[in-house]
């Protein structure tokens, strides 16, 4: 990548208890985010995928602190985004800013458009000049694509894509440099989603926005993606560039991931390998021991059988570049290998 490095977060992790008992004793721990490390550069997207309950989410509002890790950092243009106060977290906060994924629940019903874009600037009055609100709002509504004169409107006079460029408009107010993008498309119809992408793409060429775009609909996060990272039961399993995730997956997940998005070539749709995994995602409660993802994992069973590498049950993988047949990129997996290339050994 070429801008440099803005956000960093390394071995990031959540843990919420499980409380049982009249007194409340801690029984465990809910482990959403499992120590998870990546780099953010400026201008650039950053795509987290994974099923539900992979922990993506929870990584999102980590990076705003809306919540505090359990453990791990956090670092946004050098400075440490949990031990920040005062004037140093405000501007953070005004940096690194979010759009939700329900453009229907997320914005309130009974502001005016104007009041809800206008919002950010209650914390933030200095960020436009004093009397310029009403303009600066319809500036930001030129910019999104509505028209600066519906202002005063309610956000039921809107279509769910409008109401989408509605909470991108407030995200972006504050010109901020990283958003927090979670599932901003995933409520929308298809045709409307690609509208929605569209405007995030302009935006960013046209404010050098950084974007971490949280979604579980692969073909949605290979458009926009720059770099693309994996999850699996709160671990990044794969992390590299869009085109080493998309056409050289290493990763026995990944491969299974991307062997289910529909083929719209239909001379291709034979050559690709469908791959079926087997059993449903364990609890982040009680994660597997070793390798999270070997009690599914359709390259351990392949390799010994109906039992699985002592290897993969005992020792968890690191995340670090492996060959991926062209080049190489971070994979978390023992025997990470390109498909259709014998699996190798550690
Ligand atoms: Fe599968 Fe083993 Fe690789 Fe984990 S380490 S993904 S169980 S082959």
């Known amino acids: 990548m070429n801008g440099e490095v803005i956000l960093q977060a390394r071995d990031l992790v959540k843990h919420y208890p499980i409380k049982a008992g009249v007194i409340k004793r801690t029984v465990g721990h809910v482990r959403a985010v499992d120590g998870v490390s990546f780099d953010l550069h400026a201008g650039e997207t950053l795509g ?16 705003l602190r809306l919540e505090e890790p359990t453990s791990g950092s956090v670092t946004f243009d050098g ?33 005016t458009v104007g009041d809800i874009i206008g919002e950010p600037f209650d914390i933030h009055p200095d960020v436009v000049p ?9 500036e930001l509504l030129d910019l999104v694509g509505l028209n600066p004169e519906h202002i005063n409107r309610y956000p039921h006079q809107f279509s769910g894509g409008q109401r989408q460029r509605i909470g991108v408009a407030r995200g972006i107010a504050l010109n901020p440099k990283v958003l927090v993008c979670d599932e901003p498309v ?9 509208q929605v992408v569209n405007l995030l793409e302009k935006l960013q060429r046209e404010l050098n926005l950084a974007y971490i775009f949280i979604a579980h609909d692969l073909a949605v996060v290979r458009h926009i993606s720059d770099r693309v990272a994996v999850m699996y039961l709160g671990r990044v399993v794969e992390l590299g560039d869009e085109a080493q995730i998309y056409d050289h997956p290493t990763h026995p997940y990944t491969q299974a991931l991307l ?49 699985v590498p002592p290897q993969c049950r005992e020792a968890l993988p690191d995340l670090v570049e492996r ?8 994979s978390a997996c023992h025997f990470a290998t390109p498909l259709g290339a014998a699996a190798g050994t550690a």
């Open 259 to 307: 062997s289910a998005v529909p083929v719209p070539d239909p001379s291709l749709r034979g050559t690709r390998q469908q791959i079926m995994l087997t059993g449903d995602v364990p609890s982040p409660a009680n994660p597997p021991s070793g390798c999270r993802f070997h009690t599914r994992c359709w390259l351990a069973q392949q390799m010994a059988g109906d039992s």
């Open 186 to 194: 995933s409520a929308l119809d298809v045709s409307v989603q690609a």
């Open 323 to 330: 060959p991926d047949g062209l080049s190489a990129h971070a």
């Open 130 to 138: 004093k009397g310029g609100r009403r303009r600066r709002v319809q």
């Open 48 to 63: 987290v995928v994974g099923e539900s309950g992979c922990g993506k989410s929870t990584l999102g509002r980590l990076l």
């Open 79 to 111: 400075a440490d985004l949990y031990t920040a106060s005062g004037s140093m977290l405000r501007r953070m906060r005004r940096d690194i800013q979010i759009v939700f994924q329900d453009p229907y629940t997320s914005l309130n019903p009974r502001k």
